[in-house]
């Protein structure tokens, strides 16, 4: 997954303004830090995106994002 691709899901599933508070804030359960600090790690992106599905309860069939 490329970072483009993350951001889009993020934004979709979040919006803008929850989606970018919760790239920097929220300390993802399974990984134990933020989406942007595990970014700036080099943690693999998909990784991340299935982790704050999780936190979030995004339902499976939304994981993939909105069809365009």
Known sequence: MRRTEFD???HGE???SF???IAGS???AELGATPGELIEQ???LRD???A???DFDVPPERRL????
């Open 14 to 16: 979040f919006g803008d």
């Open 52 to 54: 704050l599905c999780d």
């Open 65 to 68: 994002g909105e069809d365009i």
């Open 19 to 21: 989606g970018s508070w």
């Open 42 to 44: 080099g943690r693999d």
């Open 26 to 28: 929220h300390v993802l």
């Open 48 to 50: 991340v995106w299935l």
């Open 8 to 10: 889009r899901l993020v």
